[in-house]
């Protein structure tokens, strides 16, 4: 039995949630390899080959492959997949765009978002919206799997000695092109890696109030900001800051929420993070129900005078 890991990159480095996947197909059991397909990106196929854990790299190197539209890179996964038991994709953007043609094309069930692996053919993933976890038994000859990285600690990235071996790059199949791509640069770390978050919700009334108040505090602890659901759709912060079901998932150490009541949908996006402090005056807020430590209190109040505490 031999595991396949579709790896995520920018044809320079290799993202992070490519280690959470090696993590759940080592415990899939057998030898775990990793394709690294792409445009000039021999580099991130060295570090692929560096995962502890990882014996084998495929190094898919052609234009194609270059911004991984979906029918490209499913074209390369499904040219090795008759030499795998299991196929396992990141559950980003990247990986639920191209695993449900890749499991189409197998004729296979996909098995989504998983959180955990109960044994080679049986996985834990959530379901109505976190508050129930399905278990899932699968007898397909090929598992076609997207991986909840929340749900799995990172592989060390270095100690390992895998080979890497070149295969041929598939042909464009012109079914789509890439048009552009528009990117937000910043010095904060990125949302989904970030180890410490400071989130905003309605409560702060106004896009000014927002970055007034949560920008300061996240400032001070080096921390990616987040927001609800209702903030973005209100207009307070970007949509690309959006924490939730519909939104980033999110498992940072340290998760601070700040006006924000904790509806399902938000929930289900932050709930694994490893200590949640909710700060929000309506005592009855949902998001108390999860959280580690909890003020009621203003947080036009609470949150400065944190900040200033720093």
Known sequence: ?????????????????????????????????????????????????????????????????????????AAQVLAVASSYSHILFPATASGKNTAPRVAAKLDVA?????????????????????????????????????????GFDAAPATGGSAAVESIAA???????SFVGR????????????????????????????????ITPLADKLGAAIGASRAAVDAGYAPNDLQVGQ????????????????????HLAGMKDSKVIVAINKDPEAPIFSVADYS?????FVAVPALTQAL
């Not at 792409?38 to 995962?51: F, K, L, R, S």
């Not at 890696?193 to 409560?203: E, F, L, P, Q």
């Not at 519909?246 to 949908?265: F, R």
């Open 1 to 73: 039995m031999t595991v396949l890991v579709i790896a995520e990159h920018d044809n320079a480095s290799l993202k992070s949630a490519t280690l959470n996947v090696v993590t759940a197909a080592t415990a899939c059991g057998g030898d775990v390899h990793v394709l690294v397909a792409g445009d000039n990106a021999a580099a991130v196929a060295q570090a692929a080959a560096q995962i502890a854990g990882v014996s084998k790299v495929l190094h898919a190197d052609g234009a194609a492959l270059k911004d991984a539209l979906a029918e490209n890179l």
């Open 110 to 150: 996909q098995i989504s978002d998983i959180t955990k692996v109960v044994s080679a053919d049986t996985f834990e993933r959530p379901i109505y919206a976190g508050n129930a976890i399905a278990t899932v038994q699968s007898s397909d000859a090929v598992k076609v799997i997207t991986v909840r990285g929340t």
């Open 170 to 176: 598939v042909a464009d199949a012109g079914k789509s």
């Open 182 to 213: 528009e990117l937000s640069k910043s010095d904060r770390p990125e949302l989904t890696a970030a180890k410490i978050i400071v989130s905003g919700g309605r409560a702060l009334g106004s896009a000014e109030k927002f970055q007034e108040v």
């Open 246 to 265: 519909t939104g980033k998932i999110v498992a940072p150490q340290l998760y601070i929420a700040a006006g924000i009541s904790g509806a399902i949908q």
């Open 295 to 299: 003020l009621e209190a203003d947080l």
